[in-house]
């Protein structure tokens, strides 16, 4: 492999960025959870600073290393330098091309790769770089198409191209190539500042060595600033880069090339064995740095920062950030999401299968089971078809968490995407509102066309569509439940632990097994909250109201008819007029619910912000 010797123009008008930190730190503002604060003391030798006076700086055309033991502050300084966490966050100066940072608009111009990756297992490697293009860059589909042709040749991911990412419970491409998948998501947008957090982890040594090649390459061709941090480099790997920042407990030990670090370990005294790397040895001698830089040092700093080809000032950084904060509009980026998002669900095999042969299996199941409920020969017909409402509506609510660990994951790559500015929160929040209706749609439908007939409710076409109706707003009720919560809760097993105790609760406040009357006054308001009360009721009008309820007899002793379908709407306090506002009610749980959601999302990415 060979590097080209001199960095071309690029373009001539491409900003390029300088970015500097003078006298950095940083420390954990947390807190000391339950009685431990009664037993901590703080002793002389605590350190709360994880970055201590850190003065660096990371230039155009030159790919910058930073190293050190585990503990250092590598990672810490990276997300610092990224923007991930804001300057407002950290005692002293983080700049930009001699411009105090300003992190939102930083954080569009540049690229982060976290060392977690956080990519879409059953989407393929070209479907995830081709939606990030879309949603990144401004223009039409095939400026997008291209530029994904030209990252997966120049990542050598083309013959993965239509591979899925894969998981650890199904297979997919390997983990140099989920790497390289990574950083390609992270340069769809050209960015001319690139951040990558061990690009190096977890692999062989060929894969290492092919990554930092082509970062050098982007340095170098297109004048890039590209920081990484690294971990036990080979010597092939250190020899690609153009200097070192070298970290022990928050400090800079060594700011400088490889031959610089080099030089000051001899004038130390050490003796570097043949069989270790420069920087193994230094990591390891990290005691014997911890010294002022000597006066080469400063001088190579100094003379190196004079070079005004490579650090070409840019009075505003920002320039036409503003201006372009997002690269679609509204109703692109509801239309991109949605098709990610729909390939997503239909790729869920077991989701997508198991809410389908929940809805026809569990239909038939309960019609079987209650399908002689209109039998005049049974004594209790009605206490049998309340409860088959009750039942229902406990067998479409129950199975709401099993969207959740689905939505928890695009929670984790929302609030990187929102970040950097690929899209809008509401976008996010209506795209995955839109997809849900056709599928839960026809989950509806096949419940209630297996369950509807079975049970022998009200033969009437106008009676099956109403009660469909309500089966989708009960189940899309359900969705919005969830992902209200998902958004909220910080883990799955929080996650199902809360969704499985308000569900409950809201059964027991339906009306189904303490009237609303016998309900305490203080606890009146969860039957109004109940995601129960609504649909029961207009299970219950749909069947034993109208003309016809005027009609059917429900009770009857000796051929006497002693309570008809109306006279029981009202003493359950049901009035039929309901009938549609109840949906009304049950509509704007749905809305309600969502917009808690995007509330909740959008303040989260709000505090990844500043």
């Known amino acids: 492999m060979e590097l080209p010797r001199t960095a071309p123009n690029s ?24 009685l431990n ?131 650890e419970s199904k297979r997919g491409i390997s983990g140099g190539e989920k790497r390289r998948v990574s950083v390609g998501v992270d340069l769809v947008h050209d960015p001319a500042v690139l951040l990558i957090d061990e690009p190096t982890s977890g692999l062989d ?92 040092s400063e001088t190579e700093y100094r003379d190196v920062a004079q070079d005004d080809e490579l650090i070409r000032r840019n009075p505003n950084p920002y320039s036409n950030i503003e201006e372009t904060i997002y690269a679609n509009g509204r109703f692109k980026e509801v239309l991109i999401l949605g098709q990610r998002f729909s390939k997503i669900i239909c790729r869920t095999n077991q989701l997508f299968a198991a809410r389908i042969l929940q809805a026809v299996l569990g239909g038939a199941v309960l019609g079987t089971v209650f399908m002689n409920a209109t039998n005049d020969s049974k004594r209790h017909k009605l206490q049998t078809q309340i409860g088959f409402f009750a039942y229902s509506l406990t067998f479409l609510l129950s199975p709401t968490a099993e969207g959740l660990p689905i939505f928890l994951k695009e929670r984790r790559i929302l609030e990187r995407e929102t970040s950097k500015g690929a899209y809008r929160v509401s976008s996010y929040v209506v795209s995955s509102t839109l997809v849900f209706f056709p599928f839960l749609l026809v989950v509806a439908l096949l419940y209630s066309t297996s369950v509807y007939w079975l049970v022998g409710l009200r033969r009437a076409m106008d009676g099956f569509l109403y009660f469909s109706l309500v089966v989708w707003i009960v189940v899309l009720m359900s969705n919005s439940f969830v992902a209200c919560f998902s958004a909220l809760v910080p883990n799955f097993i929080m996650g199902t632990s809360l969704i499985a105790a308000l569900v409950g609760s809201f059964f027991l406040f339906s009306g189904y097994f303490i009237a609303k009357d016998d309900i305490p006054k203080y606890w009146i308001f969860m039957h109004y909250l109940s995601l129960f009360k609504y649909p029961f009721e207009c299970f219950m009008i749909n069947e034993y109201g109208g003309e016809q309820g005027k009609r059917k007899c429900l009770k009857n002793i000796e051929g006497y008819c002693y309570l008809y379908g109306n006279e029981f709407l009202k003493q359950q306090g049901v009035e039929e007029s309901d009938k549609w506002s109840n949906l009304a009610v049950m509509t704007g749980f749905v809305l309600g619910y969502r917009f808690l959601c995007f509330l909740i999302l959008l303040y989260r990415s709000y505090r990844a912000r500043v």
């Open 205 to 296: 040594s060929a894969s290492a060595l092919h990554i930092i090649f082509l970062l050098k390459s982007m340095a170098i061709k297109q004048g890039k600033t590209i920081v990484l941090t690294i971990h036990q480099p080979g010597f092939r790997i250190l020899e690609l880069f153009d200097k070192i920042l070298l970290l022990s407990n928050g400090a800079v030990h060594h700011h400088g090339s490889l031959h610089l670090l080099e030089q000051r370990l001899r004038l130390a005294g050490h003796f570097i064995p043949r069989q270790v790397n420069v920087l193994e040895f230094a990591i390891e001698m990290t005691g014997s740095l911890a010294m002022e830089e000597s006066e080469g």
């Open 37 to 167: 604060w009664l037993f901590w003391k703080k002793t002389a030798g605590d350190n709360p600073y994880i970055l201590r006076n850190v003065n660096c700086e990371a230039r155009p055309g030159e790919m910058m290393a930073i190293a050190g033991p585990s503990g250092a502050g590598k990672s810490t300084l990276l997300e610092v330098l990224a923007g991930v966490i804001p300057p407002n966050r950290v005692s002293g100066e983080v700049l930009v091309n001699g411009q105090p940072m300003n992190a939102r608009y930083f954080r569009r111009l540049s690229g982060y790769v976290a060392q977690e990756e956080a990519l879409f297992p059953l989407l393929t490697v070209k479907e995830t770089l081709m939606y990030s293009a879309r949603l990144r860059l401004s223009g039409s589909f095939h400026t997008a198409a291209a530029r994904v042709q030209e990252l997966l040749k120049q990542l050598g991911l083309e013959h993965v191209a239509n591979v899925r990412i894969g998981s």
């Open 11 to 34: 373009g001539g008008l491409r900003t390029r960025y300088t970015i500097e930190t003078k006298n950095l730190s940083y420390k954990l503002c947390g807190q000391i959870d339950g």
